[in-house]
């Protein structure tokens, strides 16, 4: 049994990354952190049966990785609006009106830099880690099976060896072999760095996101769709629809959307990326949570802004519960 510390400690040293596995298996940060919570218990309950310190971390990715499958048995793939079909207008939303939100489960969530990626390390790794929490990337990573899914996960983000992926998973290393190269068939058909913007996160992308959160604060909507590229994609989970282009976003926010006039924004990140937290007003002196947004950029342009209207969210990026006025 592990002895040279508390157990505790020996565990929780494996949460953050533990957390990213599970969140890139299942699509939602409150279920990556319901994941790991159970395989701390079981991890827990069961840690005088390992006797070699260099094993306990590979042992409980094998724990985790059960759970995430158990989880996933008879689940629905969690998605993005744009996997539902073609994109909307503000014109048609109007006429006909807004879309029923679906439920929680329907959609990929967003989750804290905080709680998946190292605080630090090699640039190009840090880089790298980041661009496989990008909604799109675990948006794709849903279309695999999950026992497909792990195998990319294991060999391809966490660039586990073959041998040691089969271990884990009781298999034979052709059997890895074959399913990483379905899961890398599946991944490169989806073509996923034409479809989306990058998570770079430079002194450029800094200023570009302080320019949006400036104009979205005042409300300045020429300014704002100014920093969009033509074929931005804008989207509000739970609901079913999306629209594309400045044009489009230019529309809603001055149209259904002008309740956001007003907003106070808390900038974080998520997804390897910029995101904001947006307040609305209630006319009081207050602002309470609205959505949390995660903001995609493409070259000197923002590519995607998708507002996930949950405000359950907020506290597990460390926002309050209410801004006011000051």
Not at 39 to 62: F, G, N, P, Q
Not at 80 to 96: I, K, L, N, W
Not at 144 to 150: M, S
Request: with cysteine.
């Amino acid at each position: 049994m592990i002895t040279s510390q508390p157990v505790e400690q020996e565990l929780d040293q494996y949460r953050r990354e533990l957390t990213g596995y599970c969140y890139r298996m299942l699509g939602s940060g409150f279920e990556a952190e319901d994941a790991v919570q159970e395989t701390m218990v079981r991890a827990w309950k069961s840690i005088d049966r390992l006797t070699a310190r260099e094993a306990l971390r590979s042992w409980m990715y094998r724990i985790a990785t059960n759970v995430c499958l158990d989880m996933l048995d008879g689940a629905q793939r969690r998605a993005r609006p744009m996997d539902f079909g073609p994109s909307s207008t503000t014109e048609a939303v109007v006429a006909s009106g807004l879309p029923a939100g679906l439920a929680e489960t329907t959609w990929i969530q967003p989750i804290a830099d905080a709680r998946t990626l190292p605080e630090s390390g090699d640039p190009a790794e840090l880089a790298a880690a980041r661009e496989t929490v990008r909604l799109a990337f675990v948006a794709a990573l849903q279309h695999l099976p999950p026992r497909q899914r792990a195998v990319l996960i294991l060999r391809e983000v966490l660039r586990w060896q073959a041998s040691e992926v089969a271990e884990l998973l009781g298999t034979t290393v052709a059997s890895v072999n074959s399913a990483l190269q379905r899961a890398r068939a599946t991944i490169d058909a989806m073509d996923l760095d034409a479809a989306d913007g990058s998570t770079a996160i430079g002194a450029d992308q800094q200023e570009l996101l302080s320019r949006y959160v400036d104009a979205f604060e005042r409300y300045d909507v020429a300014a704002l769709v100014a920093l969009l590229h033509e074929d931005a994609s804008f989207s509000m989970p739970p609901h079913p629809l999306w629209l594309v282009g400045p044009d489009q976003v230019a529309q809603w926010l001055l149209g259904p959307g002008i309740g956001c006039r007003g907003s106070k924004v808390l900038t974080t990140r998520a997804n390897g990326g910029f995101a904001y937290g947006a307040y609305k007003p209630t006319g009081d002196g207050r602002h309470l949570p609205f959505a949390l947004a995660v903001v995609e950029v493409r070259g000197d342009r923002i590519s995607g802004i998708h507002n996930y209207l949950y405000p359950e969210l907020f506290a597990s990026f460390g926002f309050p519960d209410e801004l006011r006025d000051e």
